[in-house]
């Protein structure tokens, strides 16, 4: 039964600690859409993508205006577009991504996740098609999210990917260095990418999904850090608690919002995604709940420990809240997203290679950070390698967001805007080339742990 004070307490949470649902997604499977002729295709998932979405932002604004519960973003998934669109003849599926772009904005959402490809185990056509693309898809348009999953658990890492997600990369930022590179913001590398993942970039709308489904991405950091506040002598037994009954109230505020929406737009209930995802904003970051627990800055000895302490308890409390939880669900570490690493980054206490180590207990990986324009692409593609053994290993979804901006060293800063915030341009310490091992292609074979049947 809901009383009187938890009534209170979540409105605490919300004006004074920065909770919010940061994203209502409406995936939507286009494998009905498909035609050899790509005008015809491009039609089709426009017109399904806007019949399908008509509602969706009234229907956001409603329940937020309705509940007094901020909803940040409202998004759209679509299949993997390498899939969708495999049937089309053409070389290039760059006409795709601006049609998604055009549906998008004419049914008023944030962002449209999908321009994607699944390439663990190899290549189709149309995923070489599709990665061709990247480049020019982001360039040309606003608001489309890319994404390319390249390692698995179950399959090893296609390491010819990875060798091109690095030029990819590159060229992206090239194309749109008039605009601070980015479209890479707009570009997410995966090992292990869930196919109900809400959160941009990376959110496409999985093979083994409905016909349409609502997911929401609840986020919070600012209301965990104010609980662990009140418990500064605590050990850390008490801190776990704290921070999984924390967990449990954010997910139910998320819960009423995805069961609402589902409700009202009759499409069913997906998942919902605990994720802590930050913001800019003062008071909304993850990397000052790990320095509530006592480091003197993110990034010093004991980071890891508190990240992986948050990311269990996070779950834990957020799987009592729902019945159905998917996505990431823990906490994101992106840089240029969050105030308190930036402030870490700045202030020289977190490196590239401590956000390595910390993406081994975290949801994601290597988010939102911004490297120099004259990184080489095979840098790139090695320490995207790292991070897809990090998750093939360990059984859990990494990913990688780099953005080299062009004309841009250590020691200058990129501002991207808005949710995308900013960051210094991080060094990459390592002066040594992997242009060898990169140049070897082929693949890594999946590990032993993947012979469970």
Do not use: W
Not at 336 to 349: L, Q, R, T
Not at 367 to 383: P, Y
Request: a negative charge; charged letters at 20%.
């Amino acid at each position: 039964m809901i009383t009187i004070n938890d009534i209170m307490e979540t409105n605490r949470m919300i004006t004074e600690n920065k909770l919010d649902v940061r994203t209502i997604t409406m995936g939507i499977s286009l494998r009905d859409c498909a035609h050899p002729n790509i005008e015809q295709f491009c039609r089709n998932i426009y017109d399904k993508i806007t019949k399908s979405a008509e509602f969706l932002v009234k229907t956001g604004a409603d329940i937020e205006s309705e509940y007094g519960i901020p909803i940040i973003h409202k998004r759209v998934s679509v299949t993997p577009i390498a899939i969708a669109a495999e049937a089309c003849k053409t070389d290039t599926y760059v006409p795709v991504a601006e049609a998604l772009d055009k549906a998008a904005k004419e049914v008023g959402i944030n962002f449209i996740g999908g321009f994607s490809a699944l390439v663990e185990k190899g290549y189709t056509n149309g995923d070489k098609i599709l990665i061709k693309s990247i480049p020019q898809a982001l360039a040309s348009t606003d608001i489309v999210c890319s994404s390319v999953n390249l390692g698995s658990t179950k399959a090893g890492i296609n390491m010819d990917c990875v060798r091109e997600m690095g030029e990819i990369i590159k060229r992206t930022a090239e194309l749109t260095r008039d605009r601070e590179a980015i479209g890479c913001a707009k570009l997410v590398v995966f090992s292990n990418a869930p196919g109900d993942n809400p959160f941009m970039a990376g959110a496409f709308h999985g093979v083994s999904e409905a016909e349409k489904v609502i997911s929401v991405g609840v986020s919070g950091p600012g209301v965990v850090k104010h609980a662990l506040e009140d418990i500064k002598s605590a050990d850390f037994s008490e801190v776990a608690e704290t921070i999984k009954k924390t967990a449990y109230k954010i997910t139910r505020v998320g819960q009423l919002v995805a069961r609402e929406a589902s409700q009202r737009l009759g499409v069913p209930f997906g998942i919902i995604d605990l994720s802590l995802a930050p913001t800019p904003a003062v008071g909304d970051s993850v990397a000052h709940i790990l320095e509530e627990m006592g480091l003197e800055s993110c990034g010093a000895p004991g980071t890891t420990a508190a990240l992986a302490l948050l990311n269990d308890a996070v779950k834990k409390g957020g799987l009592m809240a729902s019945s159905h939880v998917g996505g990431l669900s823990g906490a994101f570490i992106p840089v240029s997203e969050d105030a308190g690493m930036i402030s870490a980054v700045e202030k020289g206490s977190l490196s590239l290679e401590k956000l390595e180590a910390m993406t081994c207990v975290c949801s994601v990986g290597l988010d939102m950070i911004a490297v120099a324009g004259d990184v080489s692409a095979a840098t790139i593609s090695a320490i995207i390698a790292d991070e897809a053994a990090i998750g093939m290993i360990n059984n859990k979804t990494t990913a990688v967001r780099l953005i080299p901006v062009p004309g841009k060293k250590v020691g200058d800063s990129v501002n991207f805007g808005g949710l995308l915030g900013r960051c210094p341009i991080m060094p990459i310490k390592s002066q040594y080339s992997s242009e060898a091992f990169i140049a070897r292609g082929g693949r890594i074979p999946a590990p032993i742990r993947s012979l469970t049947n």
